[in-house]
């Protein structure tokens, strides 16, 4: 393997592993031998040339999204469907109140009438 790191820092900074990503894509070297290389699972390198191929497509694009765009648009859209939720839980909360409080109306009824009834027979 040509990646000349020093094994025994553990810290992977972007510059290590862009170094890395390119030689695995040069195969120069496979995730298996980075992986034994390195001490790294093959799954978080694999994830690296996962992002290196992604980033490397958004910037191929006739009109890449910056990072901060993607994630700003990720954030408003989650805050939209929280939103959507939240007013829907608050509506369903109402309803269920309506509905108990007609339930205790209807039930203080009978409960009257059933009184009423009674003192009757006596």
């Given at each position: 393997?040509?990646?000349t790191m020093d094994d025994s820092i553990k810290r992977w900074m972007a510059k290590r592993k862009t170094a890395l990503v390119i030689?695995?894509?040069q195969g120069k070297t496979t995730v298996a031998e980075a992986?034994?290389?390195?001490?790294?699972?093959?799954s978080e390198i694999e994830g690296w040339v996962d992002d290196a191929k992604r980033g490397?497509?958004?910037s191929l694009r006739a009109n890449p999204l910056d990072i901060r765009e993607q994630y700003e648009k990720?954030?408003?859209?989650?805050?939209?469907?929280?939103?959507?939720a939240m007013l829907e839980l608050r509506a369903r909360k109402k309803f269920q109140a309506l509905l108990d409080a007609q339930d205790d109306k209807?039930?203080?009824?009978s409960i009257r009438a059933f009184s009423l009834r009674a003192s009757r027979c006596r």
């Amino acid at each position: 393997m040509s990646v000349t790191m020093d094994d025994s820092i553990k810290r992977w900074m972007a510059k290590r592993k862009t170094a890395l990503v390119i030689e695995i894509m040069q195969g120069k070297t496979t995730v298996a031998e980075a992986s034994r290389s390195f001490d790294l699972s093959p799954s978080e390198i694999e994830g690296w040339v996962d992002d290196a191929k992604r980033g490397m497509e958004n910037s191929l694009r006739a009109n890449p999204l910056d990072i901060r765009e993607q994630y700003e648009k990720q954030l408003k859209d989650l805050q939209e469907a929280y939103g959507e939720a939240m007013l829907e839980l608050r509506a369903r909360k109402k309803f269920q109140a309506l509905l108990d409080a007609q339930d205790d109306k209807c039930s203080r009824a009978s409960i009257r009438a059933f009184s009423l009834r009674a003192s009757r027979c006596r």
